[in-house]
């Protein structure tokens, strides 16, 4: 096992340093020349000259990659074109609304989705197990502008009741009224977030408890006479959970950057919003390291969640 | 007789066959749109006017018919998703496959770039991509099948690794049974329900993400795309300011849902009627 989590950290680490090359070469290959957008047109070649040579871009493509490598290797993300400011202040400062938003919707969609699947595997067929597909059905095709136009449209147009975008009013206040204030402005992001999540986490819960409940040696708990309840709890949960513990991971690993439809619509100030305004600014330090910590974020949720399937279940030898 | 218990067993399961038969209206839409409504470009009579007998859907801000832009909207959206699930199923089935079976040098190094793209973030990434290929539909569809085949490739080599851990492998190598057969005969056909169920999910998400990046402005400008005309929709104001349009982004994104809605009922559809064990 010790072995085991050793090569995967370093298969993390090798994942991350792919990804940022990926995203270095990838950014550096966008058409529009960044220096051209920043600057007055009216400013002399010699200005233009400065600043990229400010920016580190009149070096060779080679050049440019070794020194953002050795960089990043020292948390150092370069300066962002549109701010000047460090990319890694800019990101955190976007890094924890992406995570309040983030640990409100996960919270929610296990703890709410997986008791859902449960009871709905448990009475299979009912009016509440059909009930619980048909808003599967809906929740895992939700187009996330549909929800959120109309929500906007029920909960701040027509009632009046919430925000229609931004993370807070200012002045945003302090304390109680702090917190009351960011909160009524995520609930309709967090809202359009977790409607489609906790569909998938039920979803998945849901199919592979009714699988698990097949299976033979959970007919024989039941024929020694052992109830219901002690049956799926020690029996059945255990190996119920792997898939939606695997989706869980994927679906966190995307949620940090896959926030920017929401964020975008509700003006929420985070990560994804970010990544789209920096496309248009074509700020590519920003980009790059919005795509680093986005890297970093999967590759620790993907390792946490292998390492738990490998606890719950020895059949998969990971190692092998 | 295996193909008419599948037939028989699929029109059983009613949501199936209702996602069966909307997907091929949709279909019918996209194909026959020229019939349907003519293209609509330039300006109409009068600008936001509500469903009415001669316009179903209302017009928009610059007096065009929404329902005519839904009908073109159809195509772009059934090429983009059939084109991404092409490419999709092309390198993410024998990857995952290969990967989930052999555990040697060659599964490792294909896990491993399974996991490197899993790792990219989609969105963003398409976002970034988009605006750099150029906003014409076919770059669209394969910036999303080439994004969408490690979904594909995780789910055949997860199901892959479970099932040749399973007796009847173990029994069909002891026979000496060759890696070729035992893959394509006793695994693929096992992996039919949940990779076929991907498939659909792939077409469903590949829509999505077009009508996202049409919505954010990265998609085709000279297409009608169910995105762009939400795009259209939003950037004049039509969800919170007053006067409130809601038939130009109602009806635009109805018919989002109701498509996926439809690949999706399809592929449960299908997936129960393959799987023995839900058939009955």
Redesign the interface.
Known sequence: MGNYIIRRIL?GL???F??AT?AFF??R???ADPVTLLIDPKMGPEVKQEMMHQFGLDKSIGEQYVIFIQQGLTGNLGISFKTREPVMDVLMQKLPWTLLLLSIVVTLMLAIGIPIGMLAAKKRNSWFDKFI?VFI??G???????LS??L??IF??RLGLLP?GGAYTPPPGHGIAYIINVGKHAILPALTLFVGNVATIILYTRNSMN?VL?EDYIRTAFSKGWNEKYVVRTHALKNAMIPTI?VSG?II??M???A??TE??YGWPGV?RL??DS?SALDFPV?QG??II??VA??TV?IVTDLVVAWLDP???LG? | MQNRTFIQAFVRNK?GLIGFIGVMIIVALGIFAPAIASYPKGYGPVTLQPPSGANWFGTDGLGLDVFAEVVWGARTSLYVSFMAVGVAAVIGIPSGLISGYK?GTLGAIID?II??F????????M???A??V?SSITNVALVIGILAWPSLARVTR?ST??IS?MQYIEAAKCLGISSRTILFKHILLNLAGPVLVNMT?VM?TAV?SE??LS??GLGDPSTWSWGSI?KKA?DSGA??DTP?P?WW??FT??F??VY??CF??LG?GINDALNP?TRD
Do not use: C, H, Q
């Open positions: 298969k090798l994942t991350i792919v990804s990926i990838i950014i290959l966008m058409p597909s059905v809906m895992i095709s939700i187009f996330i502008p549909f136009f109309a906007l449209y701040s147009y229609s699988e097949k695997t994927l690993g995307s940090v950057g896959g920017v439809m975008t619509v994804g990544i789209f496309v980009l919005a795509f986005l890297a999967v590759v993907n059949r998969i030898k092998g | 949501l555990k491993t996991d490197i899993l790792t990219l973030p989609m969105l963003p990434l976002i970034v991509i605006a750099i150029g997860n690794m479970k851990e999910l469903a999505l009508s996202g919505f954010l939400l939003w969800i919170i409130n809601w982004w109602f994104s109805a989002i849902m996926v809605i999706n009922l449960n064990k």
